[in-house]
Nanobody
Framework: VELVESGGGTVQAGDSLRLSCAVSGRDFSFSFCDMAWFRQAPGKLRDFVAALRWTGGNTTYADSVQGRFTISREENTVYLLMNRLKPEDTALYYC???????????????????WGQGTQVTVSS
């Protein structure tokens, strides 16, 4: 399984950006998969941002991005639309896939099985 992120860049505070995560690889049932975005700022731990259930579309967000970010999926690509960006949103953003079939949307990075290489988002003030 391969996850490839794109869409990162340098923007100003208040701007919007949309990240993409293309999922490819061996065939398996996506019915019980969850996709998530995490981010890691310099010198900090990797934090949960948002998650989406592949089938059904249930979503959950970190408090820090609730109301500003939207996670969505179209075919085998998952998006993270980021509005009203703030300098504190600056980080390396990763997408992740878990295939374990959790009854809830997991928010711990240890729960995710596959990871992309990351895409940098820099927000200037």
């Amino acid at each position: 399984v391969e996850l490839v992120e794109s869409g990162g860049g340098t923007v100003q505070a208040g701007d919007s950006l949309r990240l993409s995560c293309a999922v490819s690889g061996r065939d398996f049932s996506f019915s019980f998969c969850d996709m998530a975005w995490f981010r890691q700022a310099p010198g900090k731990l990797r934090d949960f941002v948002a998650a989406l259930r592949w089938t059904g579309g249930n979503t959950t967000y970190a408090d820090s991005v609730q109301g500003r970010f939207t996670i969505s999926r179209e075919e085998n690509t998952v998006y993270l639309l980021m509005n009203r960006l703030k300098p504190e949103d600056t980080a390396l953003y990763y997408c992740a896939l878990e295939v374990g079939g959790f009854p809830f949307l997991p928010q711990r990075e240890d729960d995710y099985d596959y990871w992309g290489q990351g895409t940098q988002v820099t927000v200037s003030s």
